[in-house]
């Protein structure tokens, strides 16, 4: 009897692994290739925590190859959304340099923005459809630190608003952001309240500016912490607070040091939150609010859609309703009402 039941043992979360890969893999590929893909790679132990800081951290996260193994034990149409992100960024963060999607990447050839001119009257010449775009990836800088349990990342997204119907003026840009990020991401706890299950804690150093010299310089810099949640597997949420760094005061309006926008965080606020529900190969649908904490702040709302094109599966059509303040970084003391249409290659899930 013991040798029978020796026998009929659960097959472990490796060799499942192995089981799926080999009924997915095409011809040619070796067993070597198989292992690689579904065994946990060797690690360095983790140093003897040396603070209490380390030592929560050690108790309540997992190191990195333990959170990928327990995550690829699991059938991937058993996954949430969130598990699938954490574990293809486990496993590129130990490849560094590996290229990852950051935010959504998207191209919307049609944009229609309804708007104020700014005070200092820029853009009245500009038209009211554009084309927008933006470009978003990250990618890890270091191996993981404390033993698996940070990952070190950086991240980059562009934001591009382009004139591209007007030809008496050659199609010019009308505006440019740039936003690098040094982000360290820590899987969650899994700590779980009202069916909401903490997944990830990012941190963040972020910078955004859009380029330009004086008068047209817009510039800050905030750190940031963001919490990603998900209930079920296709719902999800994050919230992202930040502090604004501080900037001297500048001596000159047109003096090249100093803070170009000190009323900056009246408009783009202190906080945001997401929540968004998606179907891997259906509609997903996000809303955002961003709000300042004062009492004369201001805020945005933006609601977008998304949908498989069927041309391909990272092929999506998306469209996006924004009204509120930070359209973009120019504009950012400015009520926008914008709608665009268009298609993306990746979603935020």
Same mark, same amino acid.
Not at 6 to 20: G, K, Y
Not at 41 to 62: D, F, G, K, M
Not at 133 to 158: D, E, H, N
């Given at each position: ?10 097959? @472990? ?7 799926? !890969? ?6 040619? *590929? @070796?067993?070597? !290739? ?7 790679? +060797?690690?360095?132990? +983790?140093?003897?925590?040396?603070? *209490? ?26 996954? $949430? ?5 954490v574990a293809s960024e486990v496993r590129a963060a130990q490849e560094p340099f590996a290229l990852l999607p950051h935010r959504p990447n998207y191209l919307l050839p049609v944009s229609h923005q309804e708007r104020k001119a700014t005070s ?10 554009? $084309?927008?775009?933006?470009? /978003?990836? %990250?990618? #890890?800088?270091? #191996? &993981?630190?404390?033993? =698996? ?7 980059? *997204?562009?934001r591009a608003w382009w004139q591209v119907y007007d030809a008496p003026r050659s199609r010019p840009f009308r505006e440019y952001n740039h936003e690098p990020e040094l982000l360290l991401a820590a899987p969650g706890a899994g700590a779980e ?7 990830? @804690? ?12 004086? #008068? ?18 296709? *719902?999800?949420? +994050?919230? %992202?607070?930040?502090?604004?760094? &501080?900037?001297?005061? %500048?001596?000159? &309006?047109?003096?090249? /040091? =100093? ?22 190969? =259906? ?29 391909? &599966? /990272? ?7 924004? /009204? ?19 298609v993306m290659l990746n979603d935020w899930f």
């Open positions: 009897m013991l040798l029978v039941a020796s026998v009929r043992a659960e097959p @472990t979360a490796v060799e499942q692994c192995l089981l799926r !890969e080999l009924n997915a893999a095409p011809g040619g *590929t @070796t067993v070597a !290739e198989l292992r690689q893909r579904c065994e946990p790679r +060797a690690t360095v132990p +983790a140093a003897p925590a040396s603070n *209490t800081a380390a030592r929560v951290l050690s108790a309540v996260i997992e190191p990195a190859p333990q959170v990928l193994e327990r995550l690829q034990s699991k059938a991937e149409d058993e996954r $949430s959304l969130f598990e699938r992100r200092l009257d820029f853009g009245s010449a500009d038209r009211a459809v554009e $084309s927008q775009f933006q470009i /978003s990836f %990250k990618l #890890p800088v270091l #191996p &993981p630190l404390l033993g =698996g349990r940070v990952l070190p990342f950086f991240a980059y *997204t562009g309240w009202l069916g909401w299950r903490h997944r990830l @804690t990012v941190f963040g150093l972020n910078h955004q500016s859009n380029g330009r010299s004086v #008068p047209q310089s817009r510039s800050w810099n905030r750190v940031t912490m963001e919490f990603y949640l998900d209930r079920g597997q296709h *719902t999800w949420a +994050a919230l %992202k607070v930040w502090q604004r760094l &501080p900037e001297d005061r %500048k001596s000159d &309006p047109n003096a090249s /040091s =100093g803070d170009d926008n000190p009323d900056i965080s009246r408009y783009l606020g202190h906080f945001e939150l997401r929540l968004g529900h998606a179907q891997v190969r =259906g509609h997903s649908v996000t809303a955002m609010l961003r709000r300042s904490l004062r009492s004369e702040g201001r805020g945005a709302v933006q609601v977008d859609w998304s949908h498989p094109t069927g041309y391909s &599966p /990272s092929l999506r059509w998306k469209a996006h309703v924004f /009204s509120g303040y930070g359209d973009s970084m120019i504009d950012y003391n400015v009520r926008v009402q914008r709608f665009g249409f268009g």
